[in-house]
Every structure is written in C-alpha cells, then in structure tokens.
C-alpha cells in the first residue's frame, strides 16, 4: 500500500471513530473502510457497534446492519443484529419492517423474516403505512401470506389513496392474486372520491402489469386501463400534469387515444417545459406520430428564450439513442 492510501486508510478509521461527526457519515466511513483488503475486521467491527448504539440515529443504524450483511463472512452477525432492530422499541415501524425485509433476504433467515413481516402486516398497533409496507415486502417475496392484508388494505376506505393503491399493485404483483389487484387497481383509478394522483397512479400501476403479464389471468385489463387512462387524460377537474401523466401511459399501451391529449399538452402554454417536452416526446414514439412529436422537439429546441430549448435537445438525443431519430 503506497503513502496515499495508508493516509486514507488512516483517515476513514478517524472519520469513523469521530463523535463529532454525523452518524451517517461515520457509518460510510466505516464500510468504505470494510471494502479495503485487510481491513474488512475493522471497517465490520466499527458497523457492528453502530448497529448496536441506541444513541446513533435509527436510520444509521439499520444501514450500518445492511451494510455489514454485505460483508462476505459476517452474514450472520448482521442477521442477529437485524433480528434485534426490528424488536428494538426505539426504532419507528417503518425501520422495523425493513430490517424484517433484510434478514428474509439473508440466507438461512427467510422464515424468521417473513414470520415478523407477516406479523406487522397484521398488527392493528400500527400506522397503516407502516403495514402496508410490511405487506409489500412480503408480497415482493412471494409470500402467500401477503395477499390477504393487501387485499385488505386496498379495499379500506379508511385508509388514504396512495396507501390503498399501494396495496392494490403490490397484489397484482404476487402470483396467483394478479387478476384480483388488477381489478382493485382499474377500481381505484375510476374512483372519484380519491384524489388525481393516487388515480392516475393506480392507472398507471396497472399498466406496468399488464404490459409485462400477459397471461388469460389479465385478459380485459388493458382494455380497462386504456379506457380509464383516456378519461383522466380529459378529465378537466384534474391537475393537468396528472392529466400529462394519464396520456404518457396511455401512449405505453400504443394507444390512438393517446395522440390528442399528447398534442394539446405539448402545445399547453400552462404547462411547464418537462411536461410538454414529455408529451411532445411520447407522441414521437407513437406510430405514424414520430413525424408530429419530432417536429414539436424541433421547435421548442430552437427556442433559445425559453428553458425549454435543452429539455427538448435531450429528448431528441434520445430518441436518436433508442434508434426513433
């Protein structure tokens, strides 16, 4: 090892041995002193005591645990210390839960953690949130488990839309529950009671399910998120970037329907540069509308009194990247 390195060698063990410094960065500190060979002992020591320190900050230490289940030899360790957080009462639900989804990861503790997953999922003491996360990442595990509560959750109308529609494209992510959170989505998108992100969002989630699952399960659920997407697109009640976003992903499904909307916002002198760079830029990748999209780019890139010039140059850059240009 050359000077240069032992200084920063050297360095990283203060950085992570200094109380004065902020817990987050001390933990990078210590795992970047981890990765160095001959030091991997020290760099783990230095995440193993951060893990354990109730006077760090909840978040560091839960990274400090992760950090130290990347550790080749020392994913045992970390499991014991991903088992104490997430009984540690000092730590929020939410930290709790992802320690849980940690220790599933690890090999060896896929019970154990899907058992305390399963077990926030149920557990009324909790912020919704908090076990609509624990439910996703049970559902992201393929754990059967899952389905009930997140059924559950997308069907309360207590609970707040973007919990519920959460909830609803995690089921239809899990096999075997597909068609049951594709209906709670295309449910959830025509709910007029739900505010226009959340159904926009859930249009859109159902969208990325049917555009990577297409199995007899899902039949008539594009056609369901076509038609719903084409009326948040003109629904004039909703913010019109909700309304840009419902016609973005009504162009994914290379829908006609998409190209009106798409022409009205690019031209939109409300909207902001993003948005109509974006919907000038998903009609270019339409059929028989390359032609249209390409010259709005075109025109707003020769704008140089407006910020819209670069937004539009790079939209052309990449059309050009993915062979549309």
């Known amino acids: ?3 240069h390195q032992q200084e920063g060698t050297e ?14 960065h001390r933990m990078h500190a210590a795992g970047a002193l981890a990765d160095l060979d001959g ?12 893990a354990n320190d109730p006077a760090l900050d909840c978040h560091d230490r839960l990274g400090a645990a992760q950090a130290l289940a990347g550790l080749d030899g020392y994913q045992e360790e970390a499991a ?3 088992a104490a957080l997430t009984t540690d009462p000092a730590l929020r639900g939410l930290h709790r839960v992802t320690a849980a989804g940690a220790l599933a990861r690890l090999d060896g503790h896929r019970v154990q953690g899907t058992g305390l997953l399963a077990a926030f999922a149920d557990n ?5 949130y908090t076990r609509v996360t ?24 207590a609970l707040d839309g973007f919990h519920r529609v959460t909830a609803a494209g995690a089921l239809a992510r899990l096999d075997g529950h597909r068609a049951q959170g594709a209906g709670r989505l295309a449910a959830l998108a025509g709910n007029p009671a739900l505010d226009g992100r959340d159904r926009v969002t859930s249009a859109q989630n159902l969208v990325d399910v049917v555009a990577t699952q297409e199995t007899a399960e899902l039949e008539g659920h594009r056609e369901k998120a076509a038609v719903l997407l084409a009326a948040l697109a003109g629904n004039p009640a909703l913010d019109e970037r909700e309304r840009v976003r419902a ?6 499904l ?21 948005e109509r760079v974006g919907a000038a830029a998903a009609l270019a990748r339409m059929d028989g509308h390359r032609e249209e999209g390409v010259g709005l780019l075109v025109a707003f890139a020769d704008d140089s009194y407006s910020d819209i010039c670069v937004e539009a140059a790079h939209a052309l850059t990449e059309l050009s990247e993915w062979g549309d240009g």
């Open 124 to 128: 009324p003491t909790l912020h919704s």
């Open 254 to 274: 290379g829908d006609e329907r998409a190209a009106g909307p798409l022409t009205a916002f690019a031209n939109s002198p409300t909207l902001g540069s993003y």
């Open 134 to 157: 624990a439910a996703e990442a049970l559902a992201g595990l393929g754990d059967e488990r899952a389905s009930g509560p997140l059924a559950a959750f997308a069907d309360n109308p």
């Open 80 to 82: 014991g210390l991903l």
């Open 247 to 252: 016609a973005w992903n009504l162009a994914r």
């Open 39 to 50: 030091h991997r002992a020290q760099g783990a020591g230095l995440l193993a005591a951060f």
């Open 11 to 24: 360095l990283l063990a203060a950085f992570a041995d200094d109380a004065f410094l902020e817990s987050h």
């Open 1 to 3: 090892m050359d000077g």
